[in-house]
């Protein structure tokens, strides 16, 4: 009997939110080892935190700032909308089957951390950095990622949908299975042959060749005059 085919699944589980409590402050705000389940925090302003072992569960978070340090921190099955976890030290966490929409991630270290089961939709996170983080079903959707750092990246079932990644680092990515980037902009990337295997659909392919023959110091110069090769 023929071995049937491994399903590819692209598009992250993210889990829906149930019956959720106002958060309460001081008792729900982000600290060292707390665990918080079913709260849902709206315009708060944890910008002065630093929290280290913070996990939270199920919460939705609505316009908050999230604290300027969250190092080690786990977030599941939660929905962040217009979050601003700009310049965030968020090294060592993880986060699964959560949405992450209209926010702002500039600047933000995820480094080496874990995302699995995430969608970042309609998100600016120019110069952040995931590197040495593993990527698992992840989508990133209508994104500002100019300049982000994905260095020696673990990429499993990852998509990047109508983004914008000039100047992006992908250099010395792990190995990696079923990448995608479709209609993105790929103008400067850096790394692009420690890529090999990935999938890439539309976008401006002139730049993209120019760009990978950077990559292999292949010149490739204009004729100066009409006829001359």
Not at 31 to 55: I, K, L, P, Q, T
Not at 121 to 137: G, H, N, Q
Not at 161 to 187: I, M, V, W
Request: glycine share 6%; charged share 30%; hydrophobic share 40%.
């Amino acid at each position: 009997m023929a071995a049937r085919k491994r399903e590819v699944r692209f598009e992250p589980a993210v889990a829906a939110l149930g019956a959720l409590r106002p958060a309460a402050s001081p008792d729900d705000d982000p600290a060292d080892d707390r665990a918080v389940e079913d709260a849902e925090y709206r315009g708060a302003d944890f910008a002065e935190v630093h929290a280290y072992g913070f996990s939270a569960e199920g919460c939705l978070f609505d316009s908050v700032r999230f604290p300027s340090t969250l190092r080690q921190a786990t977030i599941t099955e939660s929905a962040l909308r217009v979050c601003d976890l700009a310049n965030v030290q968020a090294d060592d966490s993880s986060m699964f089957e959560t949405e992450i929409a209209h926010g702002r991630l500039t600047g933000v270290s995820w480094t080496a951390g874990v995302l699995r089961d995430v969608l970042i939709d309609s998100t600016r996170a120019d110069m952040a950095s995931f590197a040495e983080s593993r990527l698992r079903t992840v989508v990133f959707r209508d994104c500002d990622l100019r300049q982000a750092d994905f260095q020696r990246t673990e990429f499993r079932n990852v998509r990047f949908e109508r983004c914008n990644l000039t100047g992006a680092r992908f250099s010395d990515s792990r190995p990696q299975q079923n990448l995608r980037f479709e209609d993105c902009d790929l103008t400067g990337v850096y790394g692009l042959t420690a890529l090999r295997g990935a999938t890439i659909r539309g976008g401006d392919l002139e730049s993209l060749a120019a760009t990978l023959a950077r990559e292999l110091g292949i010149t490739v110069e204009s004729p100066t005059a009409a006829g001359e090769y």
